[in-house]
């Protein structure tokens, strides 16, 4: 277990666990995060997130994000000694209990709402962090698939994301759906799994003004473990890719600005590095730093007192 206080920003769980249809605890499938492994690593906080495969869109969109949801309360239900949710500030004090996760609901594309109005619901259940869109064309903005900015919906949807005092994920948006974003938002935001352009050139990843941009406003950036993402067309990756990024962006932006978001079980297994392929490994990150000279208070910071900041300023 980690003596480090660890948040990760992107854990796709309730995804994986009804894609497969497979036990949190003792899975048959194959996969990288269970809930003896999140324990067994100390994590403290998780952004689980709600994530439509494309392949269910638009049909599916509603039906598929209530299911996730319903599996969410089913965890928070069976293991109420183990999770429990977090909707506001009061609920951040579970956390006294170290034996106890929280999980902080994240919408990784905001498919499921027809509307701009209809984030309200989803907040009822929960939802404290959206991100617009995903890699592709909705009606409330564009991912790196495609061009536009955000459309008339999605501006009324940031202004909804203010009075609900809901996070805004910048991961994954275009280049101009994240500058219109950023002007709108009021409160600190995020990209939760995103590295940086100027070392591994892919559309996911940002370029140097966006990182710094966030930083600005005093957010923080979470590094994803995704191959593809630290080490395009070159493989293996390995924990110094991880550490590249994530020295690479704490020299362009600064030590509160830099976070974990590992996206672990959003893609198959082969697609990360080998060190981290499963949850329980991710305090051999916090490790690595040290090793490379990175002081015990730094290394506090990005493995999750950076992004606890930005939760207990951002939630009502």
Same mark, same amino acid.
């Given at each position: ?8 920003? =992107? &854990? ?43 392949? =269910? ?20 239900? &069976? ?12 609920? /951040?004090?579970? /956390?006294?209990? &170290? ?8 919408? &990784? ?49 940031? +202004? +909804? ?12 948006? $275009?280049? +101009? ?21 100027? /070392? ?115 939630? $009502?």
């Amino acid at each position: 277990m980690s003596k480090f206080f660890i948040v990760d920003a =992107h &854990e796709d769980i309730a995804f994986h666990l009804n894609y497969f249809k497979r036990d949190f605890v003792n899975p048959d499938t194959p996969c990288m995060i269970t809930l003896p492994w999140i324990k067994e690593a100390g994590i403290r906080i998780i952004f689980n997130t709600v994530f439509i495969h494309p392949k =269910h869109k638009p049909t599916k969109t509603v039906e598929n994000a209530m299911k996730q949801l319903d599996t969410y309360d089913k965890i928070y239900k &069976e293991h109420k000694n183990d999770v429990f949710q977090i909707k506001s500030k009061d609920d /951040l004090n579970n /956390l006294a209990d &170290e034996n106890r996760i929280g999980f902080l609901t994240l919408m &990784e594309g905001a498919d499921p709402l027809r509307s701009p109005e209809d984030l309200g619901e989803y907040y009822q259940r929960g939802v404290r962090v959206v991100g617009p869109t995903w890699n592709n064309k909705n009606i409330f903005a564009s991912g790196p698939d495609t061009q536009d900015g955000l459309s008339d919906k999605g501006i009324q949807l940031i +202004k +909804k994301m203010n009075e609900l005092n809901v996070t805004l994920d910048l991961s994954h948006l $275009n280049e +101009k759906s994240f500058w219109d974003s950023i002007e709108l938002t009021k409160l600190i935001p995020v990209a939760t799994h995103s590295n940086a352009r100027a /070392l591994t050139d892919h559309p996911r990843n940002l370029k140097d003004e966006q990182l710094k941009a966030i930083s600005k406003r005093n957010g923080v950036i979470g590094i994803v473990f995704y191959n593809e993402f630290l080490k395009r067309n070159e493989k293996p990756t390995s924990l110094e890719n991880i550490y590249e990024h994530t020295d690479y962006i704490l020299n362009l932006c600064g030590e509160d600005h830099v976070g974990i978001g590992t996206d672990l079980d959003g893609a198959r297994i082969k697609d990360f590095p080998k060190e981290v392929r499963q949850i329980s490994k991710l305090p051999l990150v916090a490790e690595y730093f040290l090793s490379k000279g990175y002081s015990e208070e730094l290394v506090s910071k990005i493995m999750g007192k950076n992004f606890l900041r930005v939760i207990e300023n951002n939630l $009502n």
